[in-house]
T-cell receptor, first 114, second 119 residues
Framework: DVKVTQSSRYLVKRTGEKVFLECVQDMDHENMFWYRQDPGLGLRLIYFSYDVKMKEKGDIPEGYSVSREKKERFSLILESASTNQTSMYLC?????????????FGPGTRLTVT | DQQVKQNSPSLSVQEGRISILNCDYTNSMFDYFLWYKKYPAEGPTFLISISSIKDKNEDGRFTVFLNKSAKHLSLHIVPSQPGDSAVYFCAASLLGPMYSGGGADGLTFGKGTHLIIQP
């Protein structure tokens, strides 16, 4: 079974703090993604990576950066957290081999910025 | 502008009956569609998908129908069970399984429909 893990289930941070969200997958997937989920807005893509050290902006990259130094790990960084970044953050991974576009999601990190 | 729309925020269905969740899209370049199910405090889990070259895909109690001319897809759950109560997300991709380039574009999700199965 594919396993995607996220470093924290719940986080509370103060405005202006630097926040790191970590994601690890164990299936040797090339592609990894960060989404945020907000009520009434569904899931929105923040950044994705299709290989080590490669990254691409998604639909809402402002206020975020990412790092992918190893294939299995994809980090989301909030340089200076703000209250409008309070959200559920979901990491996903996918292999670009095969015949489907299924993405496997981690359990999510509920981040609250006060 | 929302490219994938789920116009029903919630749907209530009696146990044992059919649940029909609808999804519309505007981008005709989408060629692969997926349904995800999400429980509170968990990540979404993949349910079923369909390529644009098909109009139906079935997996156990779940069937997805695609009407390309109407840019509409639907998920049918028969019979509905209490464990089906969850939020269902429709998602679309620009790069379907026929693409061999390994593109990693993220999925475009709808806002979700909260399905409630009544006992």
């Amino acid at each position: 079974d594919v396993k995607v893990t996220q470093s924290s289930r719940y986080l509370v941070k103060r405005t202006g703090e630097k926040v790191f969200l970590e994601c690890v997958q164990d299936m040797d997937h090339e592609n990894m993604f960060w989404y945020r989920q907000d009520p009434g807005l569904g899931l929105r893509l923040i950044y994705f990576s299709y290989d080590v050290k490669m990254k691409e902006k998604g639909d809402i990259p402002e206020g975020y950066s990412v790092s992918r130094e190893k294939k299995e790990r994809f980090s989301l960084i909030l340089e200076s957290a703000s209250t409008n970044q309070t959200s559920m953050y979901l990491c996903a991974s996918r292999s670009h081999r095969g015949n489907n576009y299924e993405q496997y999601f981690g359990p999510g990190t509920r981040l609250t910025v006060t | 502008d929302q490219q994938v729309k789920q116009n029903s925020p919630s749907l209530s269905v009696q146990e044992g009956r059919i649940s029909i969740l609808n999804c519309d899209y505007t981008n005709s370049m989408f060629d692969y569609f997926l349904w995800y199910k999400k429980y509170p405090a968990e990540g979404p889990t993949f349910l079923i998908s369909i390529s644009s070259i098909k109009d139906k895909n079935e997996d156990g109690r779940f069937t997805v129908f695609l009407n390309k001319s109407a840019k509409h897809l639907s998920l049918h759950i028969v019979p509905s069970q209490p464990g089906d109560s969850a939020v269902y997300f429709c998602a679309a991709s620009l790069l379907g399984p026929m693409y061999s380039g390994g593109g990693a574009d993220g999925l475009t999700f709808g806002k979700g429909t909260h399905l409630i199965i009544q006992p």
